[in-house]
């Protein structure tokens, strides 16, 4: 098991700059793919950016130049760094953990943060 922990979130004016933090229980160094999530009121959770064990990274086609995933891994931490806010990046942001067990892939979720970008 894995518990994460968001932080960071804000309220922000267009155009500024946010960075969260997410913070993990154990050695993010096994999780195979850790990544940021967001879901605005009335929408679906939609994935934002990924970064695999490999420091592969995955972006959304709205926030790719914008945002950027990193990990630290001796601080067992996750970031994303948001630069250009646009009021459409409103949402809260999940962090999430894939761990790979066996056969199966686990998913594990923390709390989330509120991200308000204002005109």
């Known amino acids: 098991q894995v518990q994460l922990v968001e932080s960071g979130g804000g309220l922000v004016q267009a155009g500024g700059s946010l960075r969260l933090s997410c913070a993990a229980s154990r050695n993010i160094f096994s999780i195979s793919v850790m990544g940021w999530y967001r879901q605005a009121p009335g929408k679906q959770r939609e994935l934002v950016a990924a970064i695999s064990r490999t420091d592969s990274t995955n972006y959304s086609d709205s926030v790719k130049g914008r945002f950027t995933i990193s990990r630290d891994n001796a601080k067992n931490t996750v970031h994303l760094e948001m630069n250009s806010l646009k009021p459409e990046d409103t949402a809260v942001y999940y962090c999430?953990?894939?761990?790979?067990?066996?056969?199966?892939?686990?998913?594990?979720w923390g709390q989330g943060t509120q991200v308000t970008v204002s005109s």
């Open positions: 999430n953990a894939k761990v790979e067990r066996s056969i199966a892939t686990y998913d594990y």
